[in-house]
Nanobody, 124 residues
Framework: QVQLVESGGGLVQAGDSLRLACAAS????????MAWFRQAPGKEREVVAAITWSGGSTFYVNSVKGRFTISRDNGKNTAYLQINSLKPDDTAVYYC?????????????????WGRGTQVTVSS
């Protein structure tokens, strides 16, 4: 079992930056990929970025490339999502998720463990 707890969300203005954190506990993550998803009101939950825990390989959806950066700190068992130049369209609940390597990083079904999410609200 893996427990995931997100933090770092809040109410910010357009153009600001945020760093979200996802603290993991439980079993080892060395064979896992971790991802950040987001879900805006009335929309499907979508992946924004993912990272392999051991190798640190990263994956991004095209719409966030250049503004979002995913990283992890193995020693702290924590993954991060740095979001720069925030836009009102980034308003959503952001979730972190963990799953085994070998599955498509963009698929919700690929992840076995989920956090409860952290709200990010961007005002214009």
């Amino acid at each position: 079992q893996v427990q995931l707890v997100e933090s770092g969300g809040g109410l910010v203005q357009a153009g600001d930056s945020l760093r979200l954190a996802c603290a993991a506990s439980g079993r080892t993550l060395k064979d896992c990929i971790m991802a950040w998803f987001r879900q805006a009101p009335g929309k499907e939950r979508e992946v924004v970025a993912a990272i392999t825990w051991s190798g640190g390989s990263t994956f991004y959806v095209n719409s966030v490339k250049g503004r979002f950066t995913i990283s992890r700190d193995n020693g702290k068992n924590t993954a991060y999502l740095q979001i720069n130049s925030l836009k009102p369209d980034d308003t959503a609940v952001y979730y972190c998720a963990a799953g085994p390597l070998g599955r498509p990083f963009s698929a919700r079904w690929a992840y076995d463990y989920w956090g409860r999410g952290t709200q990010v609200t961007v005002s214009s």
